[in-house]
């Protein structure tokens, strides 16, 4: 069933897949570094849930899928637009999707199907810059503009939420 599954995911039409909400499609992003990409050595691959993989499934999968370069600081891609625009690029949801590794509200452990929040609402006048972001899951995005709640961003990148008295 898992081989009928991954022959699936390698033959299906990338431009008939469904876009997330959040505007990023069906994507998987694997860390992994060139020289193991080139077989230049024998070291696993990391996808974005934190599961490992062998180099030989990583260029398989390569194969067949778009490459997503995640380079963390570089300039192949604007990561930081200021106020130019109010809704994070898919460049910078993935960049912010790898760094964050999950969902950022203390206690969860989802690590798909995520939302880009801005720290700062946009319209109080947040920047759409990495920095400015953070990765939560539908429910604590939900809980992040519930005006019940105090959303607090801890120093170590960890979301809290306590009740307002």
Known sequence: MGQAFCDLIERYPADQ?????????ATVVVLIELDVLLGRLEKAGVLDTGERISPALARRLA???GIIPVVLGGDSQPLDVGRRRRLYSEAQRVAMFVRDRGCR????????????????????????????????????????????????????????FHRRT
């Open 17 to 25: 897949l469904p876009l997330h909400t959040g505007g990023v499609s």
């Open 63 to 65: 194969c067949e899928a």
């Open 105 to 160: 509200a203390e206690g969860c452990d989802r690590t798909t199907g995520l939302h880009a929040h801005h720290k700062t609402r946009w319209a109080d006048g947040g920047n759409t810059d990495l920095a400015a972001g953070v990765s939560l899951c539908p429910w604590h995005h939900a809980r992040a503009h519930d005006t019940r709640y105090r959303t607090t961003y801890l120093l170590n990148g960890t979301v809290t």
